[in-house]
């Protein structure tokens, strides 16, 4: 992979209290630019509309709603056009890394990466996420905005079972499970009185490292749904949508050429974006110490894990958790460093452990990103 950050990764549209601040990279004149907006609220503009109403580098919520003759809130995700007003200048779109759900956290949009080749990943088609079995009527009409067409759910079944995903009439989730690691040494570590960080960093090493040893398979199903969903916006999730989907998102990002310091970037956002408290909750609730009796739909990793919980008389260290549930670069680098040392490079365990063929890999850049 690409070790370099791209010339035009500093520019980035920031959530505002009253709307967006567009943040250009450092000594820019943003009088020498123009802004145009191609896309809001699930609308895009062909010719992308022209934004005169922008002052001190903020896009108001009020702005916008005038540009547009409709309301618009944090979760109408503008894509704007960034154009040079010198001749022959390249085109940047900027777009919201982060979308705000009320009741899914860590959604985030792999858009405006640029490629090795100096093209740039599209905004508003590609997306990641943790669960989402708590989505309110405000999310669910989002993701109808996006026109969301494909969702990718890493979790197991019984992960799914106790929090199925609430999404459009209409719109099912393809169920890709995937049960990466120990759960007996995930269990026992965050039942652990004393915390061993040591431990569970060795202990999310080795769920990277079985990512890409054993979950070949799996992979091929997402590529699968991103293919076959060209025409409108796809997700990827797992419970906090930092494990399973970051090794997904490691795959998707190599594919289109985007390079490795912007993939480990991405990944580490996770720690900006999860919720640590409601995540402990919700870990207490599906698996704290009420949860001895095991479920039918329960796998037979979980009901091992149980059986340590039972040992550590059911009680979860909370700060143990909360280290747990957030992410090192060791983590996702352990996943490079194997691709690199088993398979010779990530192009080459998509070819040839995943499977996409060469015709895939280019539908896949025709459709992810901009000429």
């Given at each position: 992979m690409n070790k370099q950050h791209s010339s035009n990764a500093n520019w980035a549209l920031i959530a505002h209290d009253n709307g967006w601040q567009i943040s250009p990279p450092e000594s820019v004149d943003l009088n020498d630019y123009q802004f145009y907006l191609e896309q809001c609220a699930g609308e895009s503009f062909s010719p992308a509309?022209?934004?005169?109403e922008i002052s001190d580098a903020v896009l108001s919520f009020d702005a916008l709603s005038a540009r547009v003759n409709d309301e618009v809130d944090a979760l109408a995700h503008p894509i704007l056009l960034?154009?040079?007003?010198?001749?022959?200048?390249?085109?940047?779109?900027?777009?919201?890394r982060h979308l705000p759900m009320s009741a899914t956290a860590n959604f985030r949009d792999y858009g405006g990466y640029h490629t090795q080749y100096g093209r740039q990943v599209m905004w508003g088609k590609l997306f990641r996420t943790g669960h989402m079995g708590e989505m309110n009527d405000r999310d669910i009409a989002v993701l109808s905005q996006l026109n969301i067409q494909a969702v990718c759910d890493f979790r197991r079944p019984e992960e799914a079972a106790k929090q199925p995903s609430l999404l459009p009439q209409g719109?099912?989730?393809?169920?890709?499970?995937?049960?990466?690691?120990?759960?007996?040494?995930?269990?026992?570590?965050?039942?652990?009185?004393?915390?061993?960080?040591?431990?569970?960093?060795?202990?999310?090493?080795?769920?990277?490292?079985?990512?890409?040893i054993n979950h070949q398979s799996s992979y091929r199903a997402m590529f699968d749904q991103l293919l076959a969903s060209a025409d409108g916006g796809s997700i990827i999730h797992c419970s906090a949508g930092k494990d399973r989907t970051g090794f997904g998102g490691l795959l998707l990002l190599s594919a289109l050429g985007v390079s490795d310091d912007d993939i480990m970037a991405d990944y580490l956002l996770t720690n900006q974006y999860v919720k640590i408290e409601r995540e402990i909750a919700r870990w207490t609730a599906n698996y704290g110490t009420n949860q001895t009796e095991t479920a039918g739909a329960d796998s037979h990793k979980v009901k091992a894990a149980r059986e340590a919980i039972n040992a550590y008389q059911g009680e979860f260290n909370h700060q143990a958790l909360a280290v747990i549930l957030k992410v090192k670069p060791s983590y996702l680098q352990t996943a490079i460093n194997t691709i690199k040392a088993e398979f010779g490079g990530t192009i080459s365990y998509l070819e040839q452990q995943i499977g996409l063929s060469s015709s895939e890999l280019s539908r896949l850049k025709a459709t992810y990103l901009y000429d």
């Open positions: 509309l022209a934004l005169t960034v154009q040079n007003n010198h001749a022959g200048s390249a085109l940047i779109r900027i777009a919201c719109l099912q989730p393809t169920a890709i499970p995937i049960s990466p690691g120990s759960a007996i040494d995930l269990f026992s570590a965050i039942s652990d009185q004393a915390i061993d960080e040591a431990k569970i960093d060795a202990f999310m090493q080795d769920i990277n490292h079985d990512l890409v």
